[in-house]
């Protein structure tokens, strides 16, 4: 069994920083890809961004590129996404993943269907 546990979570204001974590745990948890995804009220949950930390490469939504980063903690095995000028609209429950399987050294799903792991999510809410 794979768990995924995300943290750091809040209400701030817009043009604050955050930075959320994802800690990962069980005994057949190997991947090397992990995503973030978010979910506002009514809306569809969405593409975030994403790491595959063997082959040192990373994607991010247009929404939030040059605003967020995310990066690994190799130590604790624990993946962060620092969310830095956030805004309103960045408001959602945002969820850590990871793929059941990565079909390849340079796999980097940006997309729901690419992933079989999801973490419980954590609020963040930015006011104006």
């Known amino acids: 069994q794979v768990q995924l546990a995300e943290s750091g979570g809040g209400l701030v204001q817009a043009g604050d920083s955050l930075r959320l974590s994802c800690a990962a745990s069980g005994r057949t948890f190997s991947s090397y890809v992990m995503g973030w995804f978010r979910q506002a009220p009514g809306k569809e949950r969405e593409f975030v961004a994403v790491i595959n930390w063997r082959a040192g490469i990373t994607a991010y939504a247009d929404s939030v590129k040059g605003r967020f980063t995310i990066s690994r903690d190799n130590a604790k095995n624990t993946v962060h996404l620092q969310m830095d000028s956030l805004k309103p609209e960045d408001t959602a429950v945002y969820f850590c993943?990871?793929?059941?399987?990565?079909?390849?050294?340079?796999?980097?799903?940006?997309?729901?269907?690419?992933?079989?792991?999801w973490g419980q999510g954590t609020q963040v809410n930015v006011s104006s």
């Open positions: 993943a990871a793929p059941l399987t990565s079909s390849s050294s340079s796999y980097l799903p940006r997309t729901k269907s690419g992933y079989g792991y």
